[in-house]
């Protein structure tokens, strides 16, 4: 592995021998340097940088990850010679042209993404740095031409790029970047969610740690996988395709995750499976003869001839961030020295900030906390919803809180610790906290909505405004007709159907009895009728359990 530098740019590369060329630029930003009001606008000026380029038989791509902004390109030297000069000088200064066309691009890319891996993410960070996976490119509809150019010049410059190439780098190749100050250090990742906590995960199992950083604690995701299938595929028969992640989230830290689908035969053993699963990792390491299969797949990799490109693209992403570059001894001594006991302390840093999510049903397990969002064990105040009395919710705002809740308990979101407030041109609106816990408010659920999403609109800083795609609006709610209110409201005040029949009954034979007294001269009916239906009333509240 050779260095140079290439206009300002750092330059990593091996002689691969290929009659082609691939070029690896990357840029030391990513998802967890934005946040929730910026959300994908990294993403959109990659795809602005991309879109239209000649590419004839070079392929390209472009991605961002959590802590960098990657563009590859394979292909004829002179092809990529002439791509990664264009696409520089893109990102140097931005076509903002197509920029419509290219958010309604990733609104329909952002519909095909999601999943059990970036919930996980969500869940830990909320909605900030790392999180900020579990929300998309919410933000597009805030990127401005003005804004976009200005994150460009501080993001994709020279001093913060590094370049990885499979071959010599050819004589007019050229970088059209300018200078900038430097590589931009990574944002601390804190995880908003205490560990060793369990979720509902509706799509299966997911469990992640954050372990320190380092070239052997990679192969933690691949032992925990490799447990899991132990465990769910081949002794329970419960699982199909397990899978694993190792992700840097800052500098000094990276998420070990990893997941599976799972039979719903699970549910009462999942989570203290995957309690003795993490805990045995802690305690003996993982298998010996896995460790071995995976030493043997990465040494194989590593050694490829064909594959010694690899190298030049670590050597770059070290570059980026501020750690020593190595040559291939270097890579291949500290794999061969990775034993049993060399994880033991990244799994037991897994094991001790666990967080499992687990599909619905799935029993609960004394050493995990459900996360839950906080409460205020007071009854809420303020408007009534709109289907009432069937429902007793209500929705307060204030100068500084929007509260909604029930006779029991509300919940409270601070308007001064919103990371963004979600808007869309029917009314609706979402608001959504730094932890990541968030309410969706639809006008129509709620007596003076409209004036309620006014007054928000005006208490919520323009700068935390998100514009969302009308087809992303959440549904306008339906109100019942009166007479089901009615009904639904005594089932709901009564505890159920059954005493609710039983005071319809009351309600109906009552006058049936004050109409008998009269007729038939019983003048102390009616007395009777109404000691019977206090005692009615009072006894289905008392014997008949409330129905949640």
Same mark, same amino acid.
Request: proline share 7%; aromatic share 6%; charged share 20%.
């Given at each position: 592995?050779?260095? !140079?530098?290439?206009?300002g740019?750092?330059?990593?590369?091996?002689?691969?021998? @290929?009659?082609?060329?691939?070029? !690896?630029?990357?840029?030391?930003?990513?998802?967890a340097?934005?946040?929730l009001?910026?959300?994908?606008?990294l993403?959109?000026?990659?795809?602005?940088?991309?879109h239209?380029? &000649?590419?004839?038989?070079?392929?390209?791509?472009?991605?961002?990850?959590?802590?960098?902004?990657?563009? =590859?390109?394979?292909?004829?030297?002179?092809?990529?010679?002439?791509?990664l000069?264009?696409?520089t000088?893109?990102?140097?200064?931005?076509?903002?042209?197509?920029?419509?066309?290219?958010?309604?691009?990733?609104?329909?890319?952002a519909?095909?993404?999601?999943?059990?891996?970036?919930?996980?993410?969500?869940? @830990?960070?909320?909605?900030?740095?790392?999180?900020?996976?579990?929300?998309?490119?919410?933000?597009?509809?805030?990127?401005?031409p003005?804004l976009?150019?200005?994150?460009?010049?501080s993001v994709?410059?020279?001093?913060?790029?590094?370049l990885a190439?499979?071959?010599?780098?050819?004589?007019?190749?050229?970088?059209?970047?300018?200078?900038?100050?430097?590589?931009?250090s990574?944002?601390?990742?804190?995880?908003?969610e &205490?560990?060793? !906590?369990?979720?509902?995960?509706?799509?299966?199992?997911?469990?992640?740690?954050v372990?320190?950083r380092?070239?052997?604690?990679?192969?933690?995701?691949?032992?925990?996988?490799?447990?899991?299938?132990?465990?769910?595929?081949?002794?329970?028969?419960?699982?199909?395709?397990?899978?694993?992640?190792?992700?840097a989230?800052?500098?000094d830290h990276?998420?070990?995750l990893?997941?599976?689908?799972?039979?719903? =035969? =699970?549910?009462?053993?999942?989570?203290?499976?995957? $309690?003795?699963?993490?805990?045995a990792?802690? !305690?003996?390491?993982?298998?010996?003869?896995a460790?071995?299969?995976?030493?043997?797949?990465?040494?194989?990799?590593?050694?490829?001839?064909?594959?010694?490109?690899?190298?030049?693209?670590?050597a770059?992403a070290?570059?980026?961030?501020?750690?020593?570059?190595?040559?291939?001894?270097?890579?291949?001594?500290?794999?061969?020295?990775?034993?049993?006991?060399?994880?033991?302390p990244?799994?037991?840093?897994?094991?001790?900030?666990? $967080?499992?999510?687990?599909?619905?049903?799935?029993?609960?397990?004394?050493?995990?906390?459900?996360?839950?969002?906080?409460?205020?064990?007071?009854?809420? #105040?303020?408007?009534?919803?709109?289907?009432?009395?069937?429902?007793?919710?209500?929705?307060?705002?204030?100068?500084?809180?929007?509260?909604?809740?029930?006779?029991?308990?509300?919940?409270?979101?601070?308007?001064?610790?919103?990371a963004?407030?979600?808007?869309?041109?029917?009314?609706?609106?979402?608001?959504?906290?730094?932890?990541?816990?968030?309410?969706?408010?639809?006008?129509?659920?709620?007596?003076r909505?409209?004036? &309620?999403?006014?007054?928000?609109d005006?208490?919520? #800083?323009?700068?935390?405004?998100?514009?969302q795609?009308?087809?992303t609006?959440?549904?306008?709610?339906?109100r019942?007709?009166?007479?089901?209110?009615?009904? @639904?409201?005594?089932?709901?005040?009564?505890?159920? =159907?059954t005493?609710?029949?039983? $005071?319809?009954?009351?309600?109906?034979?009552?006058?049936?009895?004050?109409?008998?007294?009269?007729?038939?001269?019983?003048?102390?009916?009616?007395i009777?009728?109404?000691?019977?239906?206090?005692?009615?009333? #009072?006894?289905?509240?008392?014997?008949?359990?409330?129905e949640?």
């Amino acid at each position: 592995m050779r260095e !140079t530098v290439v206009d300002g740019v750092r330059t990593m590369w091996v002689d691969s021998g @290929r009659p082609t060329l691939l070029a !690896t630029l990357m840029f030391r930003a990513g998802r967890a340097d934005e946040v929730l009001t910026t959300a994908g606008w990294l993403h959109l000026l990659e795809h602005l940088a991309l879109h239209g380029l &000649h590419r004839g038989s070079l392929a390209v791509n472009g991605s961002v990850s959590t802590l960098e902004t990657t563009f =590859t390109f394979h292909g004829p030297a002179e092809q990529v010679v002439t791509a990664l000069a264009e696409v520089t000088r893109r990102l140097t200064s931005p076509d903002m042209a197509e920029l419509d066309r290219e958010r309604r691009v990733l609104a329909a890319e952002a519909s095909t993404r999601g999943g059990p891996v970036h919930r996980a993410f969500g869940q @830990r960070y909320g909605a900030r740095g790392p999180g900020l996976a579990a929300y998309d490119d919410v933000a597009l509809g805030r990127a401005t031409p003005e804004l976009l150019h200005g994150l460009a010049r501080s993001v994709f410059v020279a001093s913060n790029a590094s370049l990885a190439l499979d071959g010599p780098p050819p004589a007019d190749l050229g970088l059209d970047l300018a200078e900038g100050d430097g590589v931009r250090s990574a944002p601390a990742a804190v995880p908003v969610e &205490h560990p060793r !906590t369990a979720y509902m995960e509706p799509v299966g199992l997911v469990l992640s740690g954050v372990v320190t950083r380092s070239a052997a604690h990679t192969f933690a995701a691949h032992m925990l996988e490799d447990a899991l299938r132990r465990r769910l595929r081949e002794q329970d028969g419960t699982s199909y395709a397990p899978y694993s992640l190792y992700e840097a989230v800052d500098a000094d830290h990276a998420l070990v995750l990893a997941g599976a689908d799972v039979s719903p =035969t =699970t549910a009462p053993s999942l989570l203290g499976n995957v $309690i003795d699963l993490t805990d045995a990792l802690a !305690t003996h390491g993982p298998d010996p003869e896995a460790l071995a299969d995976v030493k043997a797949a990465a040494r194989q990799a590593f050694t490829d001839p064909y594959n010694i490109g690899f190298l030049a693209h670590r050597a770059a992403a070290q570059a980026l961030q501020g750690r020593p570059v190595e040559q291939l001894e270097d890579v291949l001594a500290e794999h061969d020295a990775i034993e049993v006991d060399t994880l033991v302390p990244a799994l037991s840093e897994l094991r001790d900030s666990l $967080i499992v999510g687990a599909p619905p049903g799935t029993a609960p397990h004394r050493r995990l906390t459900l996360s839950e969002q906080p409460v205020v064990a007071t009854p809420a #105040k303020g408007t009534r919803s709109a289907s009432w009395p069937a429902d007793d919710h209500r929705l307060g705002v204030t100068d500084t809180m929007l509260t909604v809740g029930d006779s029991r308990h509300h919940y409270q979101y601070d308007l001064g610790d919103l990371a963004g407030y979600f808007t869309w041109d029917n009314g609706a609106r979402r608001l959504v906290l730094h932890d990541g816990w968030g309410f969706t408010f639809v006008p129509t659920a709620w007596a003076r909505g409209d004036e &309620h999403v006014r007054r928000l609109d005006d208490l919520v #800083k323009d700068d935390l405004h998100l514009p969302q795609p009308d087809e992303t609006a959440p549904e306008p709610a339906e109100r019942d007709h009166l007479a089901e209110r009615l009904w @639904r409201g005594l089932v709901r005040w009564s505890g159920g =159907t059954t005493p609710a029949l039983l $005071i319809a009954a009351v309600v109906l034979l009552y006058p049936a009895a004050l109409v008998l007294a009269v007729v038939g001269d019983l003048p102390g009916l009616p007395i009777l009728a109404t000691i019977a239906a206090v005692l009615v009333v #009072k006894g289905v509240r008392v014997r008949v359990p409330r129905e949640e």
